[in-house]
């Protein structure tokens, strides 16, 4: 049982380019999400996906495009990457439950810088 | 939309001392609240979380947290430190179940001396 996993784990792009992370859950998890971390502001949610099929913008989204690509997987794409964009990004899961939130399992990260 | 403020960015305390991150939240709601800790190179892990059941939520690793609403507070103690728990700790806020409008504080780094 492995969580959550990302690939690759850093990466440096130069502006213009585009490239797509890429998540996997493994706990049968309905819910994923995509977040970044930039200092001294913690976690910002950028997607994320309520079930299989389904996207929604988060607090962040301008720049970046998901594809839920079946209950496992989720990918963040950055079709012309920004300096702006350097940040660690993390995938996170959970199981969706109507009667309280859940914890989310987050997965290591990705330290992506753009110059 | 709900916020989340975390006081102080870095706290220090010596091993065996009480550790008190502060956090304070805004909410037109009652929230559900979450502190997360966050290890050197890795993804945060769920400390603890309040759901409305009990005012004073125990977490792992002999943390706990007391929802006070009064002072729209969620402040997280441990009686005693100890080396292992240097990292970073945040709090969250929450007003969905699917946690879609997650909100994270900007992190208190928790340094721990011997």
């Known amino acids: 049982n492995a969580g959550v996993t990302q690939t690759p784990k850093f990466q440096v792009l130069k502006t213009g380019q585009s490239m797509t992370l890429q998540c996997a859950q493994d706990m049968n998890h309905n819910s994923m999400y995509w977040y970044r971390q930039d200092p001294g502001m913690g976690l910002r949610l950028i997607y994320y996906?309520?079930?299989?099929?389904?996207?929604d913008k988060g607090e962040v989204p301008n720049g970046y495009n998901v594809s839920r690509l079946n209950k496992r997987e989720f990918s963040l794409r950055l079709e012309s990457a920004a300096p702006s964009q350097t940040s660690v990004y993390f995938c996170?899961?959970?199981?969706?439950?109507?009667?309280?939130?859940?914890?989310?399992?987050f997965g290591p990260g990705t330290r992506l810088t753009v110059t | 939309a709900q916020s989340v403020t975390q006081l102080g960015s870095h706290v220090s305390v010596s091993e065996g001392a009480l550790v008190l991150l502060r956090c304070n939240y805004s909410s037109s709601v009652p929230p559900y609240l979450f502190w997360y800790v966050q290890y050197p190179n890795q993804g945060l892990q769920l400390l603890l979380k309040y759901t409305s059941a009990a005012t004073l939520v125990k977490g792992i690793n002999g943390f706990e947290a007391e929802f006070k609403k009064s002072e729209t507070s969620f402040h997280l103690t441990k009686p005693s430190a100890h080396m292992s728990d240097a990292a970073e700790y945040f709090c969250?806020?929450?007003?969905?179940?699917?946690?879609?409008?997650?909100?994270f504080g900007a992190g208190t780094r928790l340094t721990v001396k011997p």
């Open positions: 996906s309520a079930s299989e099929g389904t996207t």
């Open positions: 996170a899961s959970t199981r969706s439950k109507t009667s309280a939130p859940l914890e989310q399992y």
């Open positions: 969250a806020v929450s007003l969905s179940y699917n946690n879609n409008d997650m909100r």
